[in-house]
């Protein structure tokens, strides 16, 4: 009856729940074998109560415990009524058969499980009630025995009466040091408990937390704990639902038998499997009772490997655009050369005195697109070079202001800069390539705004930042806003592509090198813009 199944709730109501399983069966086991011993070893003159009935009455307790718990009240009040309700009892019987006999021990029973159940301030709250309950009685015994026709007391036998007025001498300091014994066994029980509950939560924080899947079972392959990664993993629902079940009706057939194999070889084994398609390593090891000692149960780690897999593919990826850049960049130098020739041999003929002016139009036309084209190699040359920059400790401030210099010297009479940045702000970096970033974006705000013969604004701004949420590091976020004609939100995410433009004579690799050089200062290039109402790139440096 004890052992019946109780009501589930969280993690510490299933921790409540068993050692209130463990409390009946307890009380039920006590409860039976006092009353053979009694009924067996106990002499009576027939004149008091037996206390085998308030045994019996225990047993009857014991029974309506179980069906409130059933019924789904809560665990903790019943453990507090359960509690009380024993210090009574057990109060009855120490009446019963005197606070010197065997009976009276129990109450340290009590406490134990006060402590275990509730906790600290719980289990000296017991101790203080059984002393209490302990001097009540000596009382009452001591007025039975103090004179002639002293104090009757009902249900109590008369010869437990006349042996308690022998030992009379002996119960105070008795008294003293019972209460006292319970009160230390409180303290020092209660301290126990609390310290393992504090290593208990923090194993099962640790265990539920960890990034891996972990399942234990004992030796009869039932489960005894299993995280919510391993459930996942396993695709096999909650991890309470299966606490408890053996591994052949719950894991997946290959986990199972890894399991089973790790049992009878008594080492560590190991496999990969695809759960829920999902790559998944499983690693089973065995636990033993010391070395060479009997075997007490399996534990399994289990990883996802999917982040592995997808790391060694996006390897391979990497591996192919750098041998694709290495060949294209070998193509662009091989296309130079020809190119070279061809636009020195087309200066040539138009130098020359042509007798068609047509002929003299088309030669134009061949050295400017060779112009062009060779605009278009640099640049992806420029754009595929692996070379270190040169870092050092420069003033962004001092940049920006050069690059607003260089931007009032091209801008358009039809666009106004303006300036919102300290006097000097300190960052790591490659000025020059960073100077090549800034003046490719007040260009491109330049173009924005001119364009079909518009007008506007560009303010350039700068201002101590923190990266995103994922990165809180400290840096430097420069703003280039413009009034501009802005940008498609359906183009927003191809902006920084290669080769990528909106312009009518636009190249596109303007971004793309852009954004390469700012990742390479660790930091990050975005856009925000709405069509007609303009754009603005914001670039975030580390500091």
């Not at 009353?35 to 003159?45: A, K, N, R």
Request: proline share 5%; hydrophobic share 45%; aromatic share 6%.
């Amino acid at each position: 009856m004890p052992g019946a199944a109780l009501p589930s709730g969280g993690a510490a109501d299933r921790s409540l729940e068993s050692r209130l399983k463990w409390l009946m069966f307890g009380r039920l086991a006590v409860a039976v074998v006092g009353i053979f011993v009694t009924l067996l070893t106990q002499p009576f003159s027939g004149t008091g109560l037996p206390p085998h009935y308030t045994l019996l009455a225990a047993c009857l307790l014991n029974l309506v415990y179980l069906f409130a718990a059933r019924a789904g009240l809560p665990f903790r009040p019943l453990a507090v009524v359960q509690l009380v309700l024993d210090v009574v009892l057990i109060g009855v019987l120490a009446y019963l058969t005197g606070i010197d006999r065997f009976f009276a021990f129990l109450f340290f029973a009590t406490v134990i499980a006060s402590a275990m159940l509730v906790g600290l301030r719980m289990a000296v709250a017991m101790a203080s009630c059984a002393s209490i309950v302990l001097a009540a009685i000596s009382t009452l015994y001591f007025l039975a025995t103090s004179a002639e026709g002293g104090l009757r007391l009902p249900f109590v036998d008369a010869g437990i009466v006349e042996a308690y007025a022998s030992r009379r001498a002996f119960v105070l300091p008795y008294l003293f040091f019972f209460a006292l014994s319970l009160h230390v066994v409180a303290l020092l029980a209660g301290r126990l408990t609390a310290e393992v509950r504090r290593v208990r939560i923090l194993n099962d924080e640790i265990l539920q937390n960890m990034a891996g899947g972990v399942l234990a079972a004992d030796r009869f392959g039932e489960i005894q704990f299993i995280n919510s990664q391993a459930s996942k993993l396993l695709g096999i629902g909650e991890p309470d639902t299966v606490r408890g079940r053996q591994i052949d009706r719950v894991l997946p057939p290959p986990v199972a038998q890894l399991l089973h194999r790790a049992t009878r070889s008594e080492g560590r084994v190991a496999d990969e499997f695809h759960l829920n398609g999902a790559p998944v390593r499983v690693a089973v090891s065995c636990l033993a009772e010391g070395e060479g000692g009997p075997l007490r149960g399996t534990v399994a780690i289990l990883s996802d490997l999917s982040l592995r897999t997808q790391m060694e593919e996006m390897t391979r990826r990497a591996d192919r655009f750098k041998a694709l850049l290495e060949m294209s960049a070998s193509m662009a130098h091989e296309i130079r050369n020809p190119l070279a020739s061809i636009r020195g041999a087309a200066q040539e003929l138009e130098t020359s005195k042509l007798p068609h002016e047509d002929d003299r139009q088309l030669l134009k036309v061949v050295i400017r697109e060779s112009d062009r084209l060779d605009q278009i190699i640099s640049e992806f040359l420029d754009y595929a070079s692996d070379r270190p920059m040169d870092m050092g400790l420069f003033d962004v401030a001092e940049v920006l202001r050069e690059t607003g210099l260089l931007l009032e010297a091209r801008r358009d009479p039809r666009v106004k800069i303006h300036r919102e940045f300290p006097r000097s702000m300190l960052c790591r970096g490659s000025p020059d390539k960073l100077k090549q970033v800034f003046l490719n974006l007040g260009l491109n705000a330049i173009d924005a705004c001119t364009q079909d013969g518009g007008s506007g604004s560009l303010t350039i701004r700068c201002a101590p930042a923190r990266g995103s949420e994922t990165d809180p590091r400290e840096g430097v976020l420069v703003e280039f806003a413009d009034t501009g004609c802005g940008v498609p939100r359906e183009n927003l995410g191809r902006v920084f592509d290669p080769f990528f433009t909106t312009k009518p004579h636009g190249v596109g690799m303007g971004l793309a090198i852009a954004r390469k050089i700012v990742q390479a200062h660790g930091g990050e290039i975005t856009m925000e813009s709405e069509v007609g109402k303009g754009a603005r790139l914001k670039v975030w440096l580390p500091l």
